[in-house]
């Protein structure tokens, strides 16, 4: 590799992972509306989390034509389209919070995911293949780490503007005069409003950015037939099961750790104890007495995201030295050992484990992705869009969890999350095997 491709591999794979920070900061930051939603809309369990099914659902239905579009409008046009049509997902939340109408919430919710979509399918296998294949595991925990890092900040944020007040239910709003009820339909409408109006804002920008970029011309052309090849390889469909499960598991945890925290009324143990109440109180920016229990237990979500951010950094590392089978094998046994812990405690050792299973899910998605698509060559592309569908089980673990949870409680629920992790496990043992094989 030349001095010259390497500058310019290092230039795009830097660009590259601000759009990695970008979604992981908008997919956080939509787990926080889940709770304020919850209320607003008097909804189960079960119907909050078909909140999560039309964000991911835009994966399932959007990959594979997003690698269809790419493949005839170029990588660099599409990260600009997948930009666009995410600044246009936030733009919609502005009517949804000021009509308050549910189908509104869920189409920006979609819209906003298509977009994340089309920057999934080329940002992923392109950070791959700069580079060497053996490092392409490393390279990519490295800029998932970056989207951890907009994970960890979004609860924070989410907290802070969109938790932090008191969200009235359909009766208490029904007995208030018409002037008050005005003042506070639009109180809650700007609450929504104005951060994803930011976020339009600075994608759009970030947009204009991409368009003066240039960018090593790598994946732009996708061989035709290629998706019946993908189908006949086993490795590659049980990665894409690995992606499925994985995002489902930490995507179920992440959305009901608020509820989950609350149903434990850990908000009291909080307040009742210095250490938990400063911490509160540093991410929140707030007093306690100042800001609804939402807000005081949804303020430790960030430790959530923030291991993930801290296990990818580790994690970059670690499969640069260690097989990464091996190492997702062993992250999956961690995150069982933590579910379970929490499943079988309460109080503080429940809220730690379970925010703990994050800095074990780090490396879940960018090594099992890699896993998947090694040796594929110029089938990458095509092969990241099959991946990139099974983000689906956002969509479909999420409310299967709340509807367990509706039932039996949340505890239990948690059985649903061992499963995912346990397929992990077993698919990262595989992998050991198959290399194993090879190398005899």
């Known amino acids: 590799m030349t001095t010259a491709t390497n500058t310019s591999y290092k230039k795009a794979f830097y660009f590259l992972t601000s759009l990695f920070f970008l979604w992981g900061f908008i997919t956080v930051l939509v787990d926080s509306l889940i709770p304020r939603i919850r209320e607003l809309f008097t909804l189960s369990y079960f119907q909050a989390g078909l909140v999560q099914f039309a964000f991911f659902g835009a994966y399932f239905l959007l990959s594979i034509p997003a690698g269809y579009i790419l493949a005839r409008i170029g990588y660099k046009k599409g990260i600009i389209l997948g930009l666009l049509t995410m600044a246009i997902g936030c733009l919609l939340f502005y009517p949804a919070a000021s009509y308050r109408v549910f189908g509104i919430f869920m189409l920006a919710y979609f819209v906003l995911a298509g977009g994340m979509t089309i920057l999934q399918v080329a940002a992923n296998p392109y950070v791959a293949v700069l580079g060497t294949e053996e490092g392409a595991s490393s390279r990519l925990n490295l800029s998932q780490a970056f989207n951890s890092l907009g994970t960890a900040i979004a609860p924070a944020v989410g907290a802070m503007l969109i938790l932090s007040d008191k969200v009235k239910t359909s009766e208490e709003i029904a007995v208030l005069s018409v002037s008050a009820k005005q003042e506070y339909l639009a109180a809650e409408a700007e609450a929504v409003q104005t951060p994803f109006l930011g976020i339009a804002g600075f994608i759009i920008a970030l947009a204009v950015v991409f368009a003066f970029v240039k960018l090593p011309k790598l994946l732009e052309k996708i ?24 995002v489902g598991a930490e995507v179920a945890i992440g959305s009901y750790l608020v509820n989950y925290f ?15 109440s400063t911490i509160s109180e540093t991410l929140l920016r707030k007093n306690l007495l100042e800001v609804d229990n939402k807000a005081i237990v949804g303020a430790f979500v960030t430790f959530y995201w923030s291991g993930a951010m801290i296990g990818r950094f580790i994690g970059s590392y670690l499969t640069n030295i260690i097989a990464p089978a091996k190492v997702l094998t062993s992250f999956a046994i961690g995150a069982l050992l933590l579910v379970v812990i929490s499943m079988s405690t309460s109080g503080f050792i429940a809220m730690w484990s379970i925010l703990a299973v994050g800095l074990f899910n780090s490396i879940m998605f960018p090594t099992i992705f890699t896993l998947a698509i090694d040796g594929l060559e110029e089938l990458k592309p095509q092969a990241s869009g099959l991946l990139c569908t099974m983000i689906v089980g956002g969509a479909i673990i999420p409310p299967l969890y709340g509807l367990v949870t509706d039932h039996i409680g949340f505890k239990f629920a948690f059985v649903l999350v061992l ?19 090879n190398k005899s």
């Not at 290629?226 to 994985?246: D, E, P």
């Open 262 to 276: 609350l149903d434990m009324n850990l908000f009291e143990l909080i307040k009742s104890n210095s250490l938990m």
């Open 419 to 437: 499963l995912c992790y346990a397929y992990i496990m077993y698919y990262g043992r595989s992998k050991q095997k198959q290399y194993q094989q």
């Open 223 to 246: 061989p035709k037939g290629g998706y019946g090849t993908l189908l006949k390889n086993k490795s590659l469909l049980m990665g894409a099961l690995g992606i499925f499960v994985y």
